[in-house]
């Protein structure tokens, strides 16, 4: 049976990820990656980003759990993970130096290192381009080599004697289970050293990551376990919405992304909440599709996977080039990046070899 509230909490998320891209991308807040804020006084718009940044990647990995087992009670281990390898680790792959190599240019012009790639030879420059193109493409690294460690874990445990002991887990003990948000928090790099991998690691976060994945997998797969969740969503969103509030407002000014941050027991706490919660509430009144619903479902993946280029090259260009206001900015890149990533996604799809590449189609 399809479940189709965790389709419509996916590309939903998805969407959401977008407009965290572009607020993200002006921001002024120190976080690392984007082209820089319009002054030095408060841009209240930046408070998406500690709206949004706590919880919707933790969810897209607890909602991959999820489907993780559901997919692998209709498959077996070796056609799930083929499965996974082709759409997941291609794109990220192959991928880079056919399409993303377009996003790394411009980051690289974000980052104000297009001079120190002057000099060099034009496949030099092709292939830092490509690498720098990762960009939001991290989140499919991660979710292959999880994939891959999951069978592995499933080869040891080959009764399934987990999934069984995290049966017996009644519905406190479930929302309980965000301390290991926190713990998962704390296995950052606090101080990371400049020109070293820390930065690089603190991006991936892949313990933490890991443990909303395997918390989809063990227990958010149960059907009882997401009727629980439906029943009490109203205060689960009511308790998350005040602790969002609170962290918002007593933290607004922080880079939002440093270890210290992220491991705050405030933040861990709304994140753990909101993951819960909007599960909770997509059960409860989103277990239903239609045409619009179905196609978002298909192409949310596809469109996450190019988007980034629409937010860098548009982005970059019109606060350098261009005297436009912020709202303008704001708004024109709202609306291209929620236009041409689909069209994008719709003519990459059609072109066969380009497909397999870009998308792992």
Request: aromatic content about 18%.
């Amino acid at each position: 049976m399809r479940r189709h509230w965790i389709d419509n909490l996916r590309w939903v998320t998805v969407l959401l990820v977008l407009l965290y891209h572009v607020i993200y991308f002006y921001n002024n807040k120190g976080v690392f990656g984007g082209v820089g804020g319009f002054g030095e006084g408060p841009q209240y718009q930046d408070a998406l980003m500690y709206i949004l940044y706590p919880w919707f990647m933790p969810l897209l990995f607890l909602l991959a759990g999820v489907s993780a087992r559901y997919s692998l009670e209709r498959h077996t281990a070796k056609e799930w993970f083929r499965s996974r390898t082709r759409k997941l680790l291609v794109p990220a792959t192959i991928g880079l130096f056919v399409f993303q190599w377009m996003t790394g240019y411009f980051n690289t012009a974000v980052a104000g290192r297009m001079e120190a790639l002057a000099g060099l030879p034009v496949v030099v420059k092709y292939i830092m381009c490509a690498i720098s193109g990762i960009g939001p493409l991290w989140f499919i690294h991660d979710l292959w080599l999880f994939s891959l460690i999951l069978l592995l874990i499933r080869k040891i445990d080959a009764k399934d004697r987990l999934y069984t002991w995290c049966g017996k887990l009644g519905g406190v003990w479930v929302i309980l289970l965000g301390v290991l948000f926190w713990v998962g928090e704390q296995t950052l790099v606090f101080n990371p050293r400049p020109e070293s991998l820390d930065g690089l690691y603190n991006l991936y976060k892949p313990v933490f990551y890991f443990i909303p994945f395997l918390l989809g997998y063990y227990i958010f797969s149960r059907d009882e376990v997401q009727s629980m969740l439906g029943k009490v969503w109203i205060t689960l969103m009511a308790v998350a919405i005040v602790s969002g509030a609170l962290l918002a407002i007593t933290t607004f000014g922080q880079d939002n992304t440093t270890p210290h941050y992220l491991a705050s027991p405030l933040n861990c706490l709304y994140g753990w909440l909101m993951c819960l919660a909007m599960m909770g509430w997509f059960k409860a009144r989103f277990d239903r599709t239609g045409r619009f619903v179905s196609y978002m479902t298909r192409s949310s993946f596809g469109i996450y996977i190019v988007h980034y280029l629409v937010i860098a090259s548009f982005g970059y260009m019109m606060k350098t080039y261009t005297q436009l206001p912020p709202v303008a900015i704001y708004a024109i890149l709202t609306v291209a990046v929620f236009t041409l990533s689909p069209l994008l996604y719709e003519g990459i799809r059609r072109i066969p070899v380009v497909r397999w590449c870009v998308l792992g189609q």
